[in-house]
């Protein structure tokens, strides 16, 4: 069973910075792709980046293209969501996935796996 652990939230005025982690275990981190997930109060969980299982290859949606970058660390079993000029509509509480693939088409077609850790706030201030 795959184990998701995110940290790396909390609180941050607008134009600020944040680097998330989600840590995993229970199987070959390096041969999966992995994303990032973000739920807002009263909103449907929506996606935010994935990366392959290299690292070459990302994607973003298109509300943190230019102020996000997604990236892993095979060997520490970990990926990253460095977070740049944040905005109070960042606000959410982000959640780390892992694919079932390692393919960055496939996480977007729903090629993942149903594990979810519990997540971390972040909150924007204005």
């Known amino acids: 069973q795959v184990q998701l652990v995110e940290s790396g939230g909390g609180l941050v005025q607008a134009g600020g910075s944040l680097r998330l982690s989600c840590a995993t275990s229970?199987?070959?981190?390096?041969?999966?792709?992995m994303g990032w997930f973000r739920q807002a109060p009263g909103k449907e969980r929506e996606f935010v980046a994935a990366?392959?299982?290299?690292?070459?290859?990302?994607y973003y949606a298109d509300s943190v293209k230019g102020r996000f970058t997604i990236s892993r660390d095979n060997a520490k079993n970990t990926v990253y969501l460095q977070m740049n000029s944040l905005k109070p509509e960042d606000t959410a509480v982000y959640y780390c996935?892992?694919?079932?693939?390692?393919?960055?088409?496939?996480?977007?077609?729903?090629?993942?796996?149903?594990?979810w850790g519990p997540g971390t706030q972040v909150t924007v201030s204005s």
């Open positions: 990366i392959n299982w290299s690292g070459l290859s990302t």
């Open positions: 996935n892992a694919g079932s693939t390692g393919w960055v088409q496939d996480f977007l077609s729903g090629a993942r796996y149903g594990y």
């Open positions: 229970g199987r070959t981190f390096s041969s999966y792709a």
